[in-house]
Nanobody, 126 residues
Framework: QVQLVESGGGLVQAGGSLRLSCAAS????????MAWFRQGAGKEREFVAG????????YNADSVKGRFTISRDNAKNTVFLQMNSLNPEDTAVYYC???????????????????WGQGTQVTVSS
């Protein structure tokens, strides 16, 4: 069973940048659709960005388009989320997720992912 561990969260000022990493162990990382979700205090978990298993397709939520970039390095079993132009509304716990089930095309609902990391806190101050 694949395990996911996020890192790279922290406290940044508005307008700053942060890069999150998600390291996968076990399983076959290159076979999985990977995604980032976030959940702010008192809010529902929402899709942020996803990437296909072969790096051929990436998709960002409207709220982060032009600011966030998801990428993956299958050789390192790692997925990244580069976050630029952060604002306080980006404050949330960010979760890495994998869909190991078939079909494994990119999906945007939390219920469509079966493996989750523990989350990493991102706090953006104004």
């Amino acid at each position: 069973q694949v395990q996911l561990v996020e890192s790279g969260g922290g406290l940044v000022q508005a307008g700053g940048s942060l890069r999150l990493s998600c390291a996968a162990s076990g399983g076959t990382f290159s076979n999985y659709v990977m995604a980032w979700f976030r959940q702010g205090a008192g809010k529902e978990r929402e899709f942020v960005a996803g990437v296909s298993r072969n790096d051929g397709t990436a998709y960002n939520a409207d709220s982060v388009k032009g600011r966030f970039t998801i990428s993956r390095d299958n050789a390192k079993n790692t997925v990244f989320l580069q976050m630029n132009s952060l604002n306080p509304e980006d404050t949330a716990v960010y979760y890495c997720a994998a869909r190991t089930l078939w079909p494994n095309y990119l999906r945007t609902s939390p219920n469509q992912y079966d493996v989750w990391g523990q989350g990493t806190q991102v706090t953006v101050s104004s």
